[in-house]
């Protein structure tokens, strides 16, 4: 079975500054991919950044960054020099081989001016 | 813009109705899946169609049923609508091989409301 874990239901952020969003995960699937999305109010789910459990580097996309900790099980996602825009709901995914999602609970991220 | 339209944007329908929800992704885009999100939650995985044939399953009830065609839209059905259907749906595409991690594109969703 397939777990993904967010701890943190909401998160305060200055602006300009960054911040760490954290992601856990569970499975027993040797091969899967991580995925972070950003969900604003409107609803549409807007992908962020892709890790997958065999690179061996952490993913960067601009300004989104994933530290992968394979032996923690752990893929937290760091947003540096935070804008107003940046403010949604961030989710962690995973998916198995079956290219499905399973997706946390969320984060719901603030961004203060 | 991510290529994936869905309609109707809203819907209100009464419990013990029937709906289809559509979806309309880019083209290559081979799979389809849809999920729904209760509000203050994450997505739940209904069910995966790859090339026209369902690919997977979710924890859902029979009652929630699919098709994916050749043009690369697909439908969502739900019968015997019950007050806990009330949700946001999103569908999403990828392209790819069966065993991949391509990106899932998303569409805005629909968001159903039963009364």
């Known amino acids: 079975a397939q777990k993904i874990t967010q701890t943190q239901p909401g998160m305060f952020v200055q602006e300009k500054e960054a911040v760490t969003l954290d992601c856990t995960y569970d499975?027993?699937?040797?091969?899967?991919?991580l995925f972070w999305y950003k969900q604003p109010s409107s609803g549409e789910m807007i992908f962020l950044i892709y890790q997958g459990s065999y690179d061996q580097q952490n993913a960067t996309e601009g300004r989104y960054s994933l530290n992968f900790q394979k032996a923690r099980k752990s893929a937290n996602l760091v947003i540096s020099a935070s804008q107003l825009g940046d403010s949604a709901m961030y989710f962690c995914a995973m998916s198995p081989l079956t290219r499905h999602l399973f997706f946390g609970t969320g984060t719901r991220l603030t961004v203060i001016p | 813009e991510t290529g994936v339209t869905q309609s109707p944007t809203h819907l209100i329908k009464t419990r013990g109705q029937q709906v289809t929800l559509r979806c309309s992704s880019q083209?290559?885009?081979?799979?389809v899946s849809w999920y729904q999100q209760a509000l203050g939650q994450g997505p739940q995985f209904i069910f995966q169609y790859y090339r026209e044939e369902e690919n997977g399953r979710g924890n859902f009830p029979p009652r929630f049923s699919g098709l994916q065609f050749p043009n690369y839209s697909s439908e969502l059905n739900v019968n015997a609508l019950e007050l806990d259907d009330s949700a946001l749906y999103l569908c999403?595409?990828?392209?790819?091989?069966?065993?991949?991690?391509?990106?899932?594109?998303f569409g805005p969703g629909t968001r159903l409301t039963v009364l």
């Open positions: 083209s290559g885009h081979n799979t």
């Open positions: 999403a595409g990828t392209s790819g091989s069966r065993s991949s991690y391509n990106e899932q594109f």
């Open positions: 499975t027993s699937d040797p091969s899967y991919g």
